[in-house]
């Protein structure tokens, strides 16, 4: 194995409660029901797809042009949340961890679908710190379709079977094995069936490389 990829919302950074606001204010102003049972359903999936879980709940219809606006709406919410982040918000050993597989020679990327990304990078400080960054800005499907993963490995230069997927949700998970990864599961991946490595947090990345 020469490389991780890891997801960002959840595995290094979280931004969980952003995300449940913002859905939270958006779902409220237009009187449908959203709640954090609700919102664990929109975990590593995409804006629009998480939208329409969302208006599952609805009392009327949207159209495309609407449900666009709705999404654009949730997330200029959420980008105004960000604006609070700082480095002491990377999650526990993290940061001892990226420095710890560095020094065991392996290269580290981002697999997020979240167009939000570059900025959720800057404001933690990490802003040029990944050999590569595969996000929501260079694809057209999110998971559980592998193609953030995929892309991540090809911009690294290493095939599927030379690197780690690190995941705390499911359709990661689902999405790192259908493109052919090892799955590290922490957080709620810890406990899936179709986790290869399930571990309690980052720091036990390290007993399972050489």
């Not at 939270?24 to 590593?44: C, S, T």
């Not at 919410?77 to 604006?83: G, M, V």
């Not at 230069?157 to 493109?179: H, L, M, S």
Request: charged share 30%; with cysteine; aromatic share 10%.
């Amino acid at each position: 194995m020469k490389a991780f990829i890891f997801d960002l919302d959840g595995v290094i950074v979280s931004t969980d409660k952003y995300h449940y606001l913002a859905w939270k204010r958006m779902a409220d102003d237009e009187g449908i029901y959203f709640d954090e049972v609700i919102n664990d359903r929109l975990r590593g999936v995409s804006r629009m797809q998480s939208l329409e879980i969302i208006l599952e709940r609805a009392t009327k219809s949207y159209t495309d042009e609407e449900k666009v606006a709705l999404a654009t709406k949730k997330n200029d919410i959420y980008r105004e949340s960000l604006a609070s982040l700082t480095p002491n918000d990377r999650l526990a050993g993290v940061t001892e961890t990226l420095q710890k597989l560095r020094e065991k020679g392996y290269k580290l990327a981002i697999g997020s679908s979240s167009k939000n990304t570059p900025v959720i990078l800057d404001k933690i400080g990490y802003a040029g710190y990944f050999d590569a960054v595969s996000d929501g800005n260079n694809i057209t499907r999110s998971k559980p379709d592998p193609e953030v993963f995929l892309k991540a490995a090809e911009f690294l230069g290493f095939t599927p079977e030379e690197c780690y997927v690190v995941e705390d949700a499911e359709a990661g998970v689902d999405a790192a094995k259908a493109g052919g990864f090892t799955a590290i599961g922490v957080g709620g991946a810890a406990g899936y069936e179709k986790t290869d490595y399930p571990l309690s947090g980052m720091a036990d990345i390290l007993k399972i490389v050489k």
